[in-house]
């Protein structure tokens, strides 16, 4: 009887000492070096109400353009990082009932409109691109108006592809100016929101904004300096896995965009 209670109270002192090695063994603290950064709806920016008549004339004189925050353009999509002389960019954004306002300063050092006809590889010109999803619904929007992406192009047009999967000038979605300071540019840029809803060559309404609604939004430059194709395409938000080059496919990397007071 004697050695049972031996092998039990043995039994037991082992288990308690796996027991404890287990607990140790398991770190319950987060992993700060494991973190992802913010990513796709995750990144919650908010566009500031204004209240007065935005004049899109490439200069933040009107009192919106004080009260909104900067944000970065500071995530490589497609190339290499590119150093602080090559490329560097940062947004604010704005709304009224009848248009998302976005103002970006962008310092680039060589300008480049390298192809002559702007519906064709008009990516490889340097140009702002706007992505909207009316209703931040996310998913493809690759041939479809489940979303736009509005490539801006230096000469003040604005692209995107239609349904039919064609190049198409929307330069009436879009009032844009830019100002020009050295290698400093200022875009100031007014875009009507449509949603999946629109269609080519009908008459169609834009949404109406209102406060404490979103859509789903991002910002990027095609930085090209000399080359034949961009040397750098850099976005407002992360984008996780090898291929970095979806927001003309997805709206779900999208970030989201609220409207506030
Ligand atoms: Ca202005
Ligand atoms: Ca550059
Ligand atoms: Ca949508
Ligand atoms: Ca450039």
Known sequence: MKNILFVLALILSLSACSDTETATETPQQPNPSTSEPVTGKDQKLTAVHAAETIVIDGKADEAVWQKAEWQPLDNLWVGEMPDADD?????????????LYVLAEIQDDTLVDIEPDGLLNYWDDDCLEIFVDADASGGDHTYSHNAFAYHLSLDGKAVDINPDSVFTYYNDHVKQARTQNGKTSVWEVAVKIYDEKYRDGAINAPNKLAAGGKMGFALAYCDNDYSKEREHFMGSVFIPGEDKNKGWIDAGVFGELRFGE
Do not use: I, L, R
């Open 87 to 99: 490329f560097q960019g940062k947004f604010k954004t704005a709304w009224t009932e009848d248009f």
